[in-house]
């Protein structure tokens, strides 16, 4: 058969097979492989039925079906076998033909990937792909980058199948070279993370402080997806309330309390580490699942400590109210976090990163969507040098409404005995952000003490050579080499 396809997709799962049927949908030519083939028999006689996506029995038999140069997608679990792909696809693709990895692997990753693929002479891409399995299906949030030769190349492709928003625009633009992709999928998952966390501590102030059932709640996050927390997050934790099990109650009071989580988040809270860039928010959503997994722990701790009775007292629709004002605070903390994170990343990495245009890519299709990300789209088209969300005036004035209901929730909480990591990390980095002066001063001292770690006075110019002080008088006056964090 002669070279037809415009595509291939390796990896047949979920995602892989819903993929193909929208780049299908779209009018693309798609080769579907897998490494048990029998699956390839399976897909085309059940989910591809009528389509015109073609089947291949081996790489060879994929790489005689595709035009040049020649596409190849993996949708492979992130890790070793991707790199096992790549090798083997080395032996059978020319010059000049691209690979993509559209699986959540680790940035580091994809920057090897592209400098060993680009040496055999070949073109690389990582992508991150978000929405899940409808996602995939309907149209996801894409976030490519690798060689930059590749682009035009898969650009028709991606920007077809991906997300729109309101003006058609797709929700996919090239990001930037090697790894660039995939770190702002990952930071993306990062603030996913955090903002699933956000959303469990409203509903558990209001379950256990207010005492609200969950057709409750589903009216309260009915409410707030009609305004300014009108998002992805949102739509399904209202649908979520409002489901019932077999028996008619509540399915969501019936799911063990012990989250999972696959690494993206870990990786975010890695990399801010390495950076030194505060991701508070996104750290305590991923400590906050770890807490979550020590159940038998947790079951008898209860038994042994006691603390204040959950119960808080008053105008419950008022209180309601101060919820959803912490929670978007919140939220636009942890979005300035992880863009902070990007920024930092981008300077390291020599990135050139478009950061409205990440916003808009996030606008629709993926896990995070939702209008809060035009507001941050507006604030980058404002002002494309902007070094902090929390310093655009929009957002200025969102945090400026909502820091009395902020900081009542906080304490409510604190006072109540209900943890609210997210919320209070929040809210203790506005307040250190906001700090001209910080007791970090003292921190210094303290290092200068013990390790002759050295200090700055304020009153040194900034060139000035840092000073080391005999303590107790005992010391002597060599002082330790300087390093940072």
């Not at 559209?102 to 090897?112: K, M, P, V, W, Y």
């Not at 945090?399 to 990390?425: D, N």
Request: some cysteine.
């Amino acid at each position: 058969m002669d070279a037809q396809a415009d595509i291939a997709v390796i990896g047949l799962a979920v995602m892989g097979q819903n993929l193909i049927l929208n780049m299908n949908d779209h009018g693309f030519t798609v080769v579907a492989f897998n490494r048990t083939v029998s699956k390839v028999d399976d897909f085309l006689a059940r989910e591809a039925k009528g389509t015109r996506v073609l089947g291949a029995h081996s790489l060879e038999e994929m790489v005689r079906l595709l035009k040049r140069p020649r596409r190849v997608m993996l949708m492979v679990k992130a890790g070793a076998a991707v790199d096992e792909f790549i090798e083997t696809l080395l032996g059978v693709l020319e010059p000049g033909d691209i690979i993509m990895d559209g699986g959540n692997s680790l940035f580091e990753d994809t920057i090897r990937r592209t400098r060993h693929v680009e040496s055999k002479g070949l073109l690389y891409i990582g992508t991150g792909v978000s929405g899940g399995e409808e996602g995939a299906r309907r149209g996801p949030s894409i976030m490519p980058g690798g060689s930059p030769a590749a682009w035009p190349h898969v650009q028709p492709i991606f920007q077809a199948v991906a997300a729109k928003v309101a003006d058609g625009t797709p929700c996919c633009d090239w990001v930037g070279e090697n790894g660039a992709g995939h770190y702002v999928k990952m930071v993306h998952n990062g603030i996913e993370y955090g903002d699933m966390q956000l959303i469990c501590e409203a509903y558990h102030l209001m379950r256990d402080g207010l005492d609200m059932t969950a057709d409750d709640m589903h009216a309260v996050f009915a409410e707030w997806n009609l305004g300014e927390l009108d998002s992805y997050l949102i739509e399904i934790t209202r649908d979520i309330l409002a489901f019932r099990d077999t028996d008619g109650q509540p399915l969501v009071d019936k799911i063990l309390d012990t989250a999972g989580q696959k690494g993206t988040g870990k990786w975010t809270v890695i990399s801010s580490q390495d950076l030194g860039i505060p991701i508070t928010l996104i750290a305590e959503a991923v400590y906050a699942r770890c807490v979550s997994a020590m159940k038998a722990e947790r079951v008898a701790a209860a038994r042994v400590f006691k603390g204040p009775a959950p119960r808080i007292a008053g105008d419950r629709q008022a209180f309601v109210g101060d919820i959803r004002r912490a929670l978007y605070a919140s939220k636009i903390v942890s979005y300035a976090q992880g863009y902070m994170l990007m920024r930092a990343a981008a300077q390291q990495h020599q990135w050139n990163l478009n950061y409205g245009g990440i916003a808009l890519m996030w606008r629709g299709g993926c896990i995070i969507r939702s209008a809060f990300l035009g507001e941050i789209k507006k604030a980058f088209d404002r002002n494309p040098q902007l070094t902090n969300l929390l310093l655009d005036p929009f957002f200025k004035k969102a945090i400026r409404s909502c820091q009395r209901s902020w900081r009542k929730v906080v304490s409510t909480a604190v006072r109540k005995g209900i943890p609210v990591p997210a919320f209070s990390t929040a809210l203790a980095f506005y307040d250190g952000f906001r700090s001209e002066r910080l007791p970090a001063n003292l921190l210094q001292a303290q290092r200068d003490y013990f390790g002759a770690h050295t200090y700055r006075r304020i009153d040194d110019p900034p060139d000035a050579t840092p000073h080391h002080t005999n303590w107790t008088g005992r010391g002597g006056t060599t002082a330790s080499s300087t390093y940072t964090v």
